[in-house]
């Protein structure tokens, strides 16, 4: 089946450490994003790709990064200047255009905690 | 800028029951979608029922179905039916039309919907 693989489901990590979220795809998506969830404020967007190679900053993405050298994969780097790292972050991808315009696929999330 | 507003943060209702989760937005554009996503606990988080703006008919899928009033920007999902299945978050979210890359999804807070046996 198709879907969004996000790795690891859960993560810890000391101060001052830069970790590395996996996002992968096999449902052959042109877009794919990273959001950032907290308690009482929805989703928002850390990072978007539309094509390979080349990636876009959403509304929080001071203090981490990104790549995107294949379709399939986009890993999310939380590093030592995100203040505050800890919060469930979710990968999720589209597909341009057509009936299903709007609807994102998402994983099931990594839940990184600082310690 | 867009805004979208989920007044509820929890709410319940007893199965078999009937549930309205409200939503309100606040946007300039003319053309646009709206969403509802439920994300179940531990769970991913799935595309409930979409909207078009254009469109004056309401969105209805199976139990689900909404109250797109576009002149007082409000957008609430009716669960018809209620299971024990339909415990979630429910986010409303709000695109502009010709963005349909998706960068530009708005998200409300969500609410915590549980459904009682």
């Known amino acids: 089946d198709g879907g969004i693989t996000q790795s690891p489901k859960y993560l810890f990590r000391k101060e001052g450490q830069n970790v590395t979220l996996s996002c992968e795809q096999n449902l052959n998506h042109d877009a794919m994003y990273w959001y950032r969830q907290d308690p009482g404020q929805g989703l928002r967007l850390i990072y978007y790709?539309?094509?390979?190679?080349?990636?876009q900053k959403g509304d929080i993405a001071e203090g981490y990064s990104v790549s995107r050298e294949k379709k399939e994969s986009f890993p999310l780097t939380v590093t030592s200047a995100q203040k505050n790292p800890t919060a469930f972050y979710l990968c999720?991808?589209?597909?341009?255009?057509?009936?299903?315009?709007?609807?994102?696929?998402f994983g099931e999330g990594s839940r990184l905690t600082v310690l | 800028a867009q805004t979208v507003t989920q007044s509820q943060p929890e709410m319940s209702v007893q199965e078999a029951e009937t549930v309205t989760l409200s939503c309100t937005y606040d946007t300039s554009e003319n053309n646009y979608y709206l969403f509802w996503y439920k994300q179940p606990p531990s769970r991913q988080m799935i595309l409930v029922i979409r909207?078009?703006?254009?469109?004056?008919q309401n969105a209805t899928e199976n139990r689900f179905s909404v109250n797109f009033q576009k002149a007082a920007k409000s957008f609430s999902l009716k669960i018809s039916d209620s299971q024990l299945g339909d415990t979630a978050m429910y986010f409303c979210?709000?695109?502009?039309?010709?963005?349909?890359?998706?960068?530009?999804?708005?998200f409300g807070p969500g609410t915590r919907l549980s459904v009682l046996p």
């Open positions: 790709s539309q094509i390979v190679n080349d990636f």
């Open positions: 999720a991808s589209h597909l341009y255009g057509g009936r299903r315009t709007g609807e994102l696929f």
């Open positions: 909207q078009e703006a254009y469109k004056q």
């Open positions: 979210a709000f695109m502009k039309h010709e963005e349909s890359y998706g960068q530009n999804f708005v």
